[in-house]
């Protein structure tokens, strides 16, 4: 009997977790589903005899290493910080790993110990990192086949909500991890654009955002997303001229997110006493504005606006002009931020999310100029069998099960998914799973 174990049970886990435990009695596996909390273990478990549950602190090595020794692949839905942990331990007892998370300093450094070791450490296995590098390698690989010269490739890919659970103006409510929507694009964003490397700060990642059309949606906003550049020797693709990764979102959320950056309303480097205080007076201080009845033209005039605006209406509907309390205590402005973004951005249990991924390659074939784009878009069944959950579980869940039956033979070193012999099963069981994408060529 082979032994799984899936460190984390929260938002992202339920498909993984699922897909696990279904395929476990024809396998005869074991899966050890191990986190804090008991009751998002319990619900991922459900009633089935093949989960175990493990109730630890996973920086506790006397807790975790255990549990690490007994599994015969580890996958880990962590927090980035964490994998540390279990890569430590995986390398200690020789055990495979897999994570959605992208690549750290510290994992990068164990590259070569974990090939001398003959180990496979698969990171960005999930979504975007994750089945974006393997739809854009598949295409790669198929326009270098035909002696195609690619001199353009742009990717796209956000979690959003869908259009039937869209309900207010920023068109936006959180299908995943939080605090990672209000850190978004804090180092800033590097990519290639018509051979020229730009380099973009945090306060311009949101400004001027460009937009795409996608079929049935509409035109969508993009901001590029971190480094782009990292991925250009991984990708193969030499004669590249424009290489750019953005993340998706509406042109309202993109309006309203500079204009909170620009007040320094996502700044983690503040701290504000909360004490006896409301949203208003918070965002006077910000401003530095001495008159509430005059709060709005401070803030039109910070930001270089017309009174009447977008943006005026989008803080409003946060709340910013109400009075609305703040809790006590003292927190920076980022923390603050997402406490309210939590109440108003949450979804109701019913409601709908979206994932949205599109990539576009433009490439010289017997001297023609071809474009071609393919488009993935996916809808969640409700809150907690989100689209987002399924698009980020499913392709480790994949992996694990084709790695333990030896359909796949795992690359060796700290990887991502970059390679044929990986790829082209793991999308072929998503597309049996309604991930799908649809090609285009003009």
């Known amino acids: 009997m082979n032994t799984i174990l899936v460190a984390g049970a929260g938002k992202s886990s339920y498909y993984l977790i699922q ?43 006397k807790q975790r290493e255990p549990l690490v020794k007994r599994a015969d692949i580890v996958v880990s839905l962590m927090p980035p910080h964490l994998h540390i942990h279990l890569a430590k331990d995986c390398l200690k007892h020789k055990k495979n790993l897999i994570t959605s998370s992208y690549v750290s300093e510290e994992l990068k450094a164990m590259n070569q110990q974990v090939k001398d070791a003959g180990l496979m450490f698969m990171c960005e296995m999930g979504l975007d990192p994750g089945i974006d590098h393997m739809t854009a390698s598949k295409i790669i690989n198929s326009i270098h086949r035909v002696a195609g010269s690619i001199y353009s490739f742009k990717s796209y890919c956000g979690g959003l909500i869908a259009p039937e659970s869209d309900n207010n103006p920023w068109h936006y409510k959180f299908s995943w991890n939080p605090r990672n929507v209000v850190t978004a694009g804090l180092g800033g964003a590097k990519f290639l654009s018509n051979g020229k490397e730009i380099d973009v ?111 005026i209406g989008l803080l409003q509907w946060l709340g910013f002009f109400d009075d609305y309390p703040l809790k006590p205590g003292r927190q920076s402005s980022a923390d603050i931020l997402l406490e309210l973004l939590l109440e108003r951005w949450s979804m109701a249990s019913a409601e709908k999310d979206m994932v ?71 999308l072929a069981e998503l597309a049996r799973h309604g991930i799908v994408f649809i090609d285009e060529v003009s």
Request: hydrophobic residues 40%.
């Open 19 to 61: 897909y696990l435990l279904t395929h476990a009695p024809k396998n005869k596996w074991s899966v050890i589903i191990a986190d804090g909390d008991a009751n998002a273990i319990a619900e991922k478990a459900g009633d089935s005899p093949y989960a175990e549950m493990a109730v630890i602190d996973i920086t506790n090595a």
């Open 201 to 311: 700060p945090y306060e311009k990642i949101f400004e001027n955002n460009k937009k795409i059309k996608v079929d049935g949606l509409g035109q969508l906003a993009y901001y590029p997303n971190r480094d782009s550049l990292m991925y250009m020797d991984a990708y193969d693709i030499p004669d590249i001229k424009t290489f750019v990764r953005a993340t998706l979102r509406y042109p309202a959320f993109c309006l309203g997110w500079e204009a909170l950056i620009m007040l320094g309303l996502t700044t983690q480097d503040d701290m504000f006493e909360k004490t006896g205080q409301t949203l208003t007076t918070w965002l006077m201080s910000k401003c530095g504005c001495n008159d509430k009845a005059n709060l709005k033209n401070c803030v039109t005039n910070k930001l270089g606006l017309e009174a009447d605006t977008k943006v």
């Open 356 to 426: 949205v991924m599109q990539h576009e390659f433009e490439y010289l074939h017997k001297g023609h100029k071809t474009k071609l784009t393919s488009t993935m878009v996916l809808k969640g069944e409700s809150r907690e069998h989100s689209a987002m959950a399924k698009t980020v579980g499913y392709p480790m869940a994949i992996l694990a099960q084709m790695v333990l039956n030896k359909k796949i033979m795992p690359p060796f070193g700290v990887v991502i998914p970059t390679m044929p012999q990986v790829y082209k099963p793991v």
